[in-house]
T-cell receptor, first 114, second 113 residues
Framework: EAQVTQNPRYLITVTGKKLTVTCSQN?????MSWYRQDPGLGLRQIYY???????DKGDVPEGYKVSRKEKRNFPLILESPSPNQTSLYFC?????????????FGSGTRLTVV | QQPVQSPQAVILREGEDAVINCSSS?????VHWYRQKHGEAPVFLMILLKGGEQKGHEKISASFNEKKQQSSLYLTASQLSYSGTYFC??????????????FGGGTRLMVKP
């Protein structure tokens, strides 16, 4: 089944403890993105990647890092999480050759930083 | 800069119609529409690539006015399954690879029996 898989689904952590949220897609998509969703603010793009080793900042990149060493994986790294990073995170992927299909989203990761 | 969606929320009876608008202050290359049900991930509905283009998905259609930098989503004869939050996502010409997709704040739609 074509899908984007995020792990973990839920995570509670403490301020300053480094964490990684994994994202993997099995559709051979070139494009991958991370979004955070907060009430009243919609979906805001954190980072995106156009292909392996090609990444760029979105609208809210502060406090996050990403890497794209393999086409299928696009992990999101929080080096020193803070409470304002408590949010619902979505990974999404797409392909330029499938522009009519838009983005496929993962199931989301609900992160709480205390 | 995020596109602006209106209305923020709408309540319908089954069978009624609704229009959701998406407006940008910047020139647009394309517009995406997604629907998100409570507790789930957003699901792609359609993409509009050309000015004036219209597309349809079930009884849901959309238009894109490139000149006005606006898109509208039309829900006809709404069904209970249409309930959810609708997001437009815009891509600007400088990022026409489609990767810098900026979403609006969402429109919450509730369809009642």
């Amino acid at each position: 089944e074509a899908q984007v898989t995020q792990n973990p689904r839920y995570l509670i952590t403490v301020t300053g403890k480094k964490l990684t949220v994994t994202c993997s897609q099995n559709m051979n998509h070139e494009y991958m993105s991370w979004y955070r969703q907060d009430p009243g603010l919609g979906l805001r793009q954190i980072y995106y990647s156009m292909n392996v080793e090609v990444t760029d900042k979105g609208d809210v990149p502060e406090g996050y890092k990403v890497s794209r060493k393999e086409k299928r994986n696009f992990p999101l790294i929080l080096e020193s999480p803070s409470p304002n990073q408590t949010s619902l995170y979505f990974c999404a992927s797409s392909s330029p050759g499938q522009g009519s299909r838009g983005y496929t989203f993962g199931s989301g990761t609900r992160l709480t930083v205390v | 800069q995020q596109p602006v969606q209106s209305p923020q929320a709408v309540i319908l009876r089954e069978g009624e119609d609704a229009v959701i608008n998406c407006s940008s202050s910047k020139a647009l290359y394309s517009v995406h529409w997604y629907r998100q049900k409570h507790g789930e991930a957003p699901v792609f509905l359609m993409i509009l690539l050309k000015g004036g283009e219209q597309k349809g998905h079930e009884k849901i259609s959309a238009s894109f006015n490139e000149k006005k930098q606006q898109s509208s989503l039309y829900l006809t004869a709404s069904q209970l399954s249409y309930s959810g939050t609708y997001f437009c996502g815009t891509v600007r010409p400088s990022n026409n690879a489609g990767n810098m997709l900026t979403f609006g704040g969402g429109t919450r739609l509730m369809v009642k029996p």
